[in-house]
């Protein structure tokens, strides 16, 4: 049955190439995942999966479902692009495809299409061998805002979930069990609301929301000094006020606050808010919060992490051309990083040993889903190793053979995984003796989301009612073209520079 899996994943090699380069050209941020979305569930549905639409409140968020009992196994990837990151793929140099748009430079145009192919191999597997299960695809809608999975969690998506596989991008084929060391956080936005004044006329009639910003802003990293290591906190202003003659009557900073564990974020988020408090009364104005995003620490499965590496072994790394190699070794060179090959080596399965002791970092939302059912995430080599996340060189091979062959990789690891927890009763309830057992021995899932938070669907509505008609002249035409580098003309390798034909740089 597993060599039947692979078999289905590889026969689907080409729709993987498709929507791999279909989503990376569709290239949509947080909240505003239409196109992407309405892709995906359009091919789940030609294929028997049943999809609920808008799930959580969140109009670009679903679900696709098949089967009718046994085991019911969740599998994810995040589909949101990031803001300002549009770039021509397969080009070693930093060439914009369009201007001020958003672009996949954390490559999750790659993961739905790893997932989906894993699914549709293991459904034809089990219909032929009769086995009973049931599969929940979903997508991770503004990943890169951490603003949907605690809402996934408390709408009950996962309710009746027996385990979870959530996949993505890396340049490692790689999972990891226990705690990952990295940060749990709490995206949150502080309003100031003062009083407008001529600033020159009648200054003294005003109250500046800017000044509550401002201030909040220097306590904060007047206290910074004295936080834990483990903390990241990072704030952008969003509302400065208008123009210098009137004097702020809003003002609006956001805030991501990052600690490694629950009762650490809440203290982070507390303390924020305390400082706002005081910033306000100081300037004499007046603040209120919204949360617009939750991330709990993430924690990966023991049990489903060795099965999965077992597979990873079974299935090891892609078959890299010369022409894949040389594309990382121009992106590298061209843009001034360590030069080292694409992973031809697994790599070793990750666990609270062999990690480095933890100092915080990033985010994943997934956190929220791992402290609900057991979880694993895979990793899949779809990217070059040494580029920098959130940044357009993480972009140049998202949609160049390199991410297909990643994902292809990846959904074979994850098909394999799904076919252990449908077959093998006793990697279930190993999975599910962990989490109670051990996972939850000394923690318990306490998201400082409340009753009130709403989702932040407004988020990046405004830039893509303006920016989308400029975008949608770059969406990739699979009827036309066999892949969307041919579509925009682009030699792969192809020599730093020079690779890009005019019409696939221009920038409206
Ligand atoms: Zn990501």
Do not use: C
């Not at 805002?145 to 084929?173: M, N, P, Q």
């Not at 682009?490 to 221009?506: D, H, L, M, Q, R």
Request: hydrophobic content about 40%; glycine content about 10%.
């Amino acid at each position: 049955m597993k060599q039947a899996t692979l078999a289905g994943v590889d026969k689907r090699a080409k729709l993987v190439q498709e929507m791999v380069d279909s989503i990376f050209s569709f290239a949509e941020p947080g909240f505003q995942e239409f196109r992407t979305s309405e892709y995906i569930t359009g091919i789940l549905e030609k294929n028997g999966f049943k999809v609920q639409r808008g799930v959580a409140g969140i109009p670009t968020a679903w679900t696709a479902t098949w089967g009718e009992s046994g085991p019911l196994i969740a599998l994810g990837s995040d589909i949101d692009a990031l803001l300002g990151l549009s770039q021509v793929p397969g080009s070693a140099t930093i060439k914009p495809q369009l201007v001020g748009a958003p672009g996949h430079g954390e490559g999750h145009n790659s993961g739905m299409p790893a997932v989906v192919a894993a699914a549709l191999s293991v459904k034809e597997v089990m219909q032929k061998n009769k086995i009973q299960g049931r599969l929940m695809l979903w997508p991770g809608v503004a990943e890169e805002l951490l603003a949907t999975k605690a809402f996934y969690v408390r709408a009950g998506l996962f309710e009746g979930v027996d385990a979870s596989i959530f996949t993505h991008v890396s340049k490692d084929l790689s999972t990891s069990w226990g705690p990952a060391g990295n940060n749990g956080m709490v995206s949150v936005e502080y309003t100031f609301s003062g009083k407008t004044a001529h600033s020159a006329g009648s200054p003294w009639s005003g109250r500046s929301a800017l000044d509550g910003v401002e201030l909040m802003n220097i306590a904060w990293n007047m206290r910074r000094e004295h936080l834990p290591l483990t903390q990241r906190s990072h704030y952008v202003i969003t509302n400065g006020g208008g123009q210098p003659n009137v004097v702020p009557g809003e003002g609006t900073v956001w805030y991501y606050f990052r600690d490694q564990t629950f009762p650490a974020i809440r203290e982070l988020y507390e303390l924020g808010n305390t400082i706002s408090e005081a910033a306000a009364q100081a300037t004499g104005t007046t603040v209120k919060r919204r949360v617009l995003g939750y991330a709990a620490p993430n924690f990966g499965n023991k049990p489903i992490a060795e099965a999965a590496y077992e597979n990873m072994k079974a299935i090891g790394m892609p078959q890299w051309s010369e022409d894949d190699q040389a594309f990382a070794k121009a992106v590298q060179e061209a843009n001034g990083f360590k030069v080292e090959p694409l992973a031809t080596e697994l790599a070793p399965l990750s666990t609270p040993d062999s990690r480095d002791r933890p100092m915080g970092g990033g985010s994943d939302d997934i956190g929220d889903i791992m402290w609900t059912v057991p979880t694993i995430t895979i990793r899949f080599p779809s990217n070059i190793p040494n580029t920098i996340g959130h940044n357009v060189t993480a972009a140049m091979a998202m949609a160049t053979p390199i991410a297909h062959k990643g994902a292809v990789t990846g959904a074979k690891a994850v098909a394999l995984t799904v076919l252990d927890l449908m077959t093998t009763p006793e990697l279930l309830a190993s999975a599910k003796d962990y989490f109670n057992n051990v996972q939850l021995k000394d923690a318990k899932y306490d998201p400082v989301l409340s009753a009130e938070d709403q989702p932040a669907v407004h988020l990046n509505k405004e830039l893509m009612e303006r920016i989308r008609p400029q975008m949608a002249k770059f969406y990739y035409d699979p009827k036309k073209y066999r892949t969307y580098l041919e579509q925009l003309g682009v030699a792969y390798p192809g020599v730093p520079g020079a690779s890009v034909s005019p019409a696939a740089g221009e920038a409206p």
